[in-house]
Structure formats: structure tokens, C-alpha cells
């Protein structure tokens, strides 16, 4: 029996807007089989919420807080604040809001 999917919803800080960043992160989810969305905050954040196995969450998060990744990620992030929780509404693929 496998394991329920969970939620990831990540607030990146840093210089992550007009860089690519969305678009990257976009990429990685894709690859890594998750659902959800980037979206650029009024304060200069991106929220990233994704959802699926918990894995494949733990190196999104890897990812987003600076471990090796291929292509480079873009912009500058200075934190990553994540919560985790159950998943909740079905998202179709992972889009840039």
C-alpha cells in the first residue's frame, strides 16, 4: 500500500522574481511527478505549493533551498520557508501563476 500524498507550500525569499524562477521550479515539479503551482507574491516572495508523494516533495525542497540541481536555478534565494500537510484539492500538472 503506498504512502498518501502530501502538501508542500514553500514561501521563497530572495531575487526570484522576473528571473526565471516560476518557470524552473515549474520544470523541476514536472519531473519529479508532483502537481500544483508557482505563483509571484505582492512582497517579492514566490509561493510555491506542491503536491504529491512526500519524496518527491523533500527534493523539491532540496531543490528550491539550493542543492545540486541541473539546469542551475535561477535568481537569488536567500530562505525557504516550508510547512507540509495533507493533500487537499487536486491540481492538474504543476502551473506558473
Known amino acids: 500500500m503506498s504512502e498518501p500524498d502530501v502538501r508542500l507550500t514553500a514561501w521563497v525569499h530572495g531575487d526570484v522574481q522576473g528571473v526565471g524562477f516560476r ?7 514536472l519531473e519529479l511527478g508532483l502537481t500544483g503551482y508557482a505563483a509571484n507574491q505582492a512582497d517579492g516572495r ?3 505549493v506542491a503536491q504529491g508523494p512526500r519524496a ?3 527534493k523539491l525542497l532540496e531543490l ?3 542543492g545540486a540541481a541541473w539546469p542551475a536555478r535561477p535568481g537569488r534565494v536567500d530562505k525557504v ?3 507540509w500537510s ?4 487536486r491540481f492538474e500538472g504543476f502551473v506558473e501563476r
Open 23 to 29: 518557470w524552473w521550479t515549474r520544470s523541476r515539479a
Open 46 to 48: 514566490v509561493l510555491v
Open 86 to 89: 495533507q493533500a487537499g484539492e
Open 64 to 66: 528550491l533551498e539550493g
Open 81 to 83: 520557508v516550508a510547512d
Open 56 to 58: 518527491a516533495g523533500e
